[in-house]
């Protein structure tokens, strides 16, 4: 393809697509528009498989409009850019992660906060600007404003970075701006999952002790010997969470089923901050007293800024940080996904989109 392109016709594209709610995928034919003056072309190679594919595919948000072609943790190669970008050139590794569009004019969009744009455009199943439904990275190219495309260290791998685009960031930016990210504090992380063990190797990267709470006391020898964190919590042990009460500076809570929060606002200091970065799907009952007590805090945060996401992949090359991950060819996502409900994966199914996905 041309270095600086400026087409009219819209681009033939194909990838795996949702019907309905029982969230079966299978290949999909569609059109990507026209390559604009911002806009960067890539070719996709690898796609993370996130939780909220899942969500997303079954409708469980109340949200979806079908046909949905998820995926949110996108890296590629850039084959096409439009004559006025400046941000990439042909040839460069490009990744997107959870939006691709916003206002750019509002207070958020102005302080490097798109993600908290009221009119944030979700990579896939949002209308953008020019009335067309996105579709995301279970597909074999994309078209990408410039400036929301992440450019990618030439150190990080391609397919163990792709889910730092959501799942990276997503812990990431809580650990700054709640200031959870000196060296020497003490951080719980509940959850090992695709979320949890991103925290945990940011976390022990920023110089934090770093103690995982989980329900499953199997995971223990994964978590201290594998994820180097340094000490292991069992959440339904009462003696053990009993011992632990009052010694951590903040909590990165990722567990998107429905918990109690008592118990781990319970392991907080005073002044400590308990941040919530999981989706149930129910609400969750909050305590006062042990806040008002103790000066707590409960918080939450969703993705980063892509400021503050190229920052966050920046600090992952620097202390060689990806994620743990399967990959699978695209006609496994099926099982990938009925797999996912289950938590049968450590921890981030990525698909090799460039080596599996054939043209319909």
Known sequence: MAMSSENEHPVKAFGWAARDSSGHLSPFKFS????????????????????????NVKNEWGITSYPVIPGHEIVGVVTEVGAKVTKFKVGDKVGVGCMVGSCRSCANC?????????????????KYYDGTIT???????????EHFGIKIPDNLPLDGSAPILCAGITVYSPLKYYGLDKAGMHLGVVGLGGLGHMAVKFAKAMGLK???????PNKKKEAMEHLGANEFLVSRNTEEMQFAMDTMDGIIDTVSAVHSLLP????????????MVGA???P???????????????????IGGIKETQEMIDFAAKHNIVADIEVIPMDYVNTAMERLSKADVKYRFVIDIANSLKPI
């Open 210 to 216: 770093v103690t995982v709470i989980s329900t499953s």
């Open 110 to 126: 102005k302080d490097n906060l798109e993600n908290y744009c009221p009119k944030m455009i979700l990579t896939y199943g949002t």
């Open 284 to 302: 969750l009952e909050l305590p006062i007293m042990p806040l008002l007590l103790g000066r707590k805090i409960v918080g939450g945060s969703n």
């Open 135 to 145: 579709h995301g990275g279970y597909s074999d190219i994309m078209v990408l404003d």
């Open 264 to 275: 781990l606002i319970g392991l907080l200091k005073n002044n400590g901050k308990l941040v």
């Open 280 to 282: 149930p799907e129910k």
């Open 32 to 55: 990507r528009r026209a390559t604009q003056e911002k806009d960067v072309t890539f070719k996709v190679l690898y796609c993370g498989i996130c939780h909220s594919d899942l969500h």
